[in-house]
């Protein structure tokens, strides 16, 4: 219901909501310990992005929180509403600030639009892996191609 019941207002206030998704009551701790935090996002926050990638590394420092950032990014001319957010970056300006913050938070990024993947930690760490385990195979075959020609 309290989904619901929200309406869009053109800003995106990051900070209030990751206070309250992280700064809670001690006496409640123990029932709300929170893992990961997953941002979903269509642009930049209202906030500078140094001032929230220090609140992030501070809050995230002593625990095993960590903070996650979707971006997708809207084609030019799909919102219909006329609302302007409070702050305005170009889609590559709101990925670098998202990317710092979620490193700063040990989170990944994910950057995404109608067209396809722009970018992925995911997808970044396999193709990497992807990478090491072909090197690996080349080392290996020319080892075995070095003792083959020993005998």
Partial sequence: RWVLSLECKGSRNFMSALRRAVEVDFKD???QKSQGLYLLTTGIPDQETHTISAYVAEACGGC???????LFSVTAGTDSSGIIPARYASPREAAS??????????????WFGEA????????????????????????????????????
């Avoid at 095993?64 to 979707?70: A, E, F, I, N």
């Avoid at 396809?116 to 990478?131: C, H, K, L």
């Fill in 97 to 110: 600030a998202f990317k710092e913050i979620a490193q700063a938070a040990k989170g990944r990024f994910h």
């Fill in 116 to 151: 396809g993947i722009f970018e992925s930690d995911d997808i970044t760490s396999i193709i990497s892996e992807m990478e090491k385990a072909k090197n690996y195979s080349q080392k290996c075959a020319f080892l075995v191609e070095s003792l083959k020609q020993r005998s």
């Fill in 64 to 70: 095993d929180l960590q903070l996650h950032v979707c």
């Fill in 29 to 31: 701790r123990d029932k």
